[in-house]
């Protein structure tokens, strides 16, 4: 059963636009929620993360909306460049845990066209 | 710095088939990570190690063993492969547990069983 589910699988954008990728789960215990952004050939990098605390974590060009009521929280880039298309995970982990233990979504493969 | 270092970087096997993936971090992190990739799943946890002399199971254990040889080193063992462990294996580090910290991932061993 997936944890998390994020949605959309594939997402095209023109340059200068917004993409947007969601993501939703069900376990109330999760408090720890990054975003992973990873290149082809390469291994994941942590992008930005949030905690439910807070309703919005912005850096740069990225932006993490989280609503705890709806359990959902959502990863948006804006002015999108060609440099951005990769593929982006979003995870979720428990305070109680070890924080490396991470539940992924299923990616989202974005591509930005110039 | 090198990081998190994984070896071999591409492997093929046959059925039944056993094998070691190596992986070493030079960060002095405490904890250590093996994650599954497939396509259209996300990563998933195989196995993880909160600090040296711990291993405990995560997700999707099954068919595998590992060993924290030390606090730089975490190996990966299929000892019979099967076609269904056919993925790209990341190994990941994070310094301490609870802590805003990220995962440092490895850039990955693609294995093949046929």
């Known amino acids: 059963q997936q944890q998390v589910k994020q949605s959309p699988q594939s997402l095209i954008v023109q340059k200068g636009g917004i993409s947007i990728i969601n993501c939703a789960y069900e376990n109330t215990a999760f408090d720890y929620f990054p975003w992973y952004q990873q290149f082809p050939g390469k291994g994941p990098a942590l992008l930005i993360a949030i905690r439910p605390d807070v309703s919005e974590k912005k850096e740069g060009r990225f932006t993490i909306s989280f609503n705890k009521s709806a359990k959902q929280f959502s990863l948006h880039i804006m002015d999108s460049q060609p440099g951005d298309s990769a593929t982006y995970f979003c995870?979720?982990?428990?305070?109680?845990?070890?924080?490396?233990?991470?539940?992924f979504g299923r990616g989202t493969q974005l591509t930005v066209w110039p | 710095n090198a990081g998190v270092t994984q070896t071999p970087k591409f492997q093929v096997l046959k059925t039944g088939q056993s094998m070691t993936l190596q992986c070493a971090q030079d960060m002095n992190h405490n904890s250590m990570y093996w994650y599954r990739q497939d396509p259209g799943m996300g990563l998933r946890l195989i196995y993880y190690s909160a600090s040296e002399g711990t291993t405990d199971k995560g997700e999707v254990p099954n068919g595998y063993n590992v060993s924290r040889l030390n606090k730089r080193e975490f190996s990966l063992r299929l000892e019979s492969a099967a076609p269904s462990q056919t993925s790209v294996y990341f190994c990941a580090s994070l310094p301490r547990t609870g802590v805003n910290s990220p995962l440092h991932f490895g850039n990955g061993t693609r294995l093949t069983v046929t």
């Open positions: 995870a979720a982990s428990t305070r109680g845990s070890t924080l490396g233990r991470l539940y």
